[in-house]
């Protein structure tokens, strides 16, 4: 059963008392206007839909920030982080990062971020709480997997331009963490950033 599953549905919808709300800032590769990520992210806490999760203004349930390229997204996490602890316990930031060919896990693209944050001052405890989403080798791979059932992390996915595509993966990829779909294997990279996702989930319903 994947780690998303059933028995984790009401947690990870955030159902029942809660202590607190937070609003979601996330980060990710890009430019603005052609990038999928957004759609992706996007569909998918909104299906989610936990109840901490607080809107900003104009309703939406996240802030997307497109960072361009990997290095820029690495280099413009701190700047970004500071601001969400300014901001208050209750603003979360996700990073959404493709783990590409040169990283051997999404632990080694964390480390990267780390050495990024602890240069520019940011505490341990601060950085551990930033939630991370590293799809390899690119969220396409991950969108194949959501819509056929299969894809291979040595190869990167195809490019996917469709958007109703991308939005239908994230409604899939919803629908198993609250349990709808069982005994679905996630690939490595999914079932890592799950696990952060997770994290998250029991922080805020602590």
Known sequence: MSPWGSPLAKQLQGDGFVAS???????????????IDPIFIRTLLKELDPAWIRPWKGSNIIRAVDCGGR???????PGELQ?????????????WAD????????????????????QNGIADNDF???VFVFAKDRLENWIEFLLTGSTDEAQEGCRVKDGKSVAAAAKKLAQICRGKL???????SL????????????RMNA
Request: charged fraction near 25%; proline fraction near 3%; include cysteine.
């Open 21 to 35: 709300r937070t609003q979601i800032v996330c980060l990710h590769e890009g430019v603005g206007g052609r990038s």
């Open 71 to 77: 290095g820029n997204l690495i280099a413009k996490m």
């Open 83 to 95: 601001t969400c602890i300014e901001m208050g316990a209750d603003t979360t930031l996700m990073v």
């Open 99 to 118: 783990l590409d060919d040169d990283m051997d896990d999404g632990n080694q693209l964390r480390q990267k971020f780390h050495e990024e944050a602890r």
């Open 128 to 130: 551990d709480r930033v």
């Open 182 to 188: 069982q005994g679905v294997q996630f690939p490595p």
């Open 191 to 202: 079932n890592w950033s799950c696990q952060n996702w997770r994290r998250l989930v029991t």
